[in-house]
Each structure stands twice: as C-alpha cells, then as structure tokens.
C-alpha cells in the first residue's frame, strides 16, 4: 500500500512560537493531500486541502493565517501552525493522493503528530 | 449535505467472536466511496477496508468484512474471531465530491472496541 510518512510525531512548543509538520509521500508521488486535526476522543476534521504548486483550500473556520500550508513538491506538504497557543494542542494528522487519483491511496495517512503547546 | 452516522460510542466482544460495528451514511452523489480505519492508542489511522458504491460485491480483507446495503445507506465493519489488538477505536469516512472540486474523507464519530479474554 501508498505510505505516508508525518514528522515529528509529536511536539512540545512554548506559547508564542511556531512549528512546522512534514507530510511525505514515500512511495508514489502526491498532487494533492490533506490535513485533519483531531481532538481529545473525537473524530478528525478536515482542516485544509493541499495541491501541488496552487494555494491551499481551507474549510470554514480554519485561519489560513494561522494554519500555513505548503505544497511545494510532489512528495512533500508542511503545515506551520504559526504564533502556537495551548488551544492548538492537538493531534495533528495527513493523508495523499497519488498522481493517478486511485481512489485507495488517499485511504492513507501519515503517522500523526501531537503538539503539545505550553 | 453528506453525512456519517456511527450511533455505537463503544463496543465489547469476547475473544474469538465476531463483532459489527454500524455505519449510516447520507449522500446524494450516486458515486462515492466507504472506508473503515482502526486507531489505536498510538493516534495512528490504520486503513481497513474500502467499499465502492458501484461495487456488486460486500468487500472483505482478511478477518474484515463489510456488509454493504446500499438501500438502506449502510456499510457496517464486520469483524470475524475478534482478537486482543483489535481493541481500539474505529472510523467510518465517506469520499464523496466535495466544492472546489477536491474529494475528501468525511468521518463518523467513531466507535471504540474493547475486546475482552
């Protein structure tokens, strides 16, 4: 199967600061990909579509300000949750399309990471 | 507006028997797709099992299956001699076109599975 690859998987950040998450994709080259953010015991959210070399696309309610996306390859997606405050801690999660749109590979998804903002 | 329902927040099994986790969903798109995951502890989402819409048969991978009627929108994960690792928390998604012409998951709440010896 497709693997995507997220790092770190988890992070600790002072208030303030900003941190930037890598999604890759390992095997197979990805036009567009995703980013969820899931709260304590619940489901995840989309918080943004990723495409290769065009602006993201957020869903209603995510900042784009705060929340930088960027596509600058075929293999690589970062989200940079900028000036982080402890209401960003969260679990942090990607998944990726592949080129050819088969539908199973954006069944996949990254590790995860958690930030953890103090 | 498409929509996925899990209504079982938590679920139990014993060891060796079979479990089946619901799943509902709402769309007016005739051509979408079902997936089931598995996330353990760990925050990891694990891919299951796919269904495709136009799929004439119930997909099955390994110990999983998924019992697909599509009249009454349901896609429930069956899974057969239930084991200790397969305690864990599990999402129904749905694919389906979205705006912006981009397809995305969109999940249910989830259900979390203990499975006892």
């Known amino acids: 199967g497709a693997v995507v690859s997220q790092h770190p998987s988890w992070v600790i950040c002072k208030s303030g600061t900003s941190v930037k998450i890598e999604c890759r994709s390992l095997?197979?080259?990805?036009?567009?990909m995703f980013w969820y953010r899931q709260f304590p015991k619940q489901s995840l959210m989309l918080m943004a579509t990723?495409?290769?070399?065009?602006?993201?696309?957020?869903e209603q309610g995510v900042e784009k300000d705060k929340f930088l996306i960027n596509h600058a390859s075929l293999t690589l997606s970062t989200l940079t949750v900028t000036s982080a405050h402890p209401e960003d801690s969260s679990f942090y999660i990607c998944?990726?399309?592949?080129?050819?749109?088969?539908?199973?590979?954006?069944?996949?998804f990254g590790q995860g990471t958690r930030l953890t903002v103090v | 507006a498409q929509k996925i329902t899990q209504t079982q927040p938590g679920m139990f099994v014993q060891e060796k028997e079979a479990v089946t986790l619901d799943c509902t969903y709402d769309?007016?798109?005739?051509?979408?797709?079902l997936f089931w995951y598995k996330q353990p502890s760990s925050g990891e989402m694990i891919f299951l099992i796919y269904?495709?819409?136009?799929?004439?048969q119930n997909a099955t991978e390994g110990r999983y299956s998924l019992n697909f009627q599509k009249a009454r929108k349901s896609a429930n994960l069956v899974i057969s001699a239930s084991q200790l690792g397969d305690s864990a928390m599990y999402f129904c998604?749905?694919?389906?076109?979205?705006?912006?012409?981009?397809?995305?998951?969109?999940f249910g709440a989830g259900t979390r599975l203990a499975v006892h010896p």
């Open positions: 998944s990726a399309r592949d080129l050819d749109g088969r539908m199973n590979t954006e069944a996949f």
């Open positions: 095997d197979f080259q990805a036009t567009t």
């Open positions: 990723s495409n290769e070399g065009s602006k993201a696309t957020y």
């Open positions: 769309t007016s798109d005739p051509s979408y797709g």
């Open positions: 269904q495709g819409s136009y799929d004439q």
């Open positions: 998604a749905m694919r389906g076109v979205v705006s912006g012409g981009y397809n995305k998951l969109i």
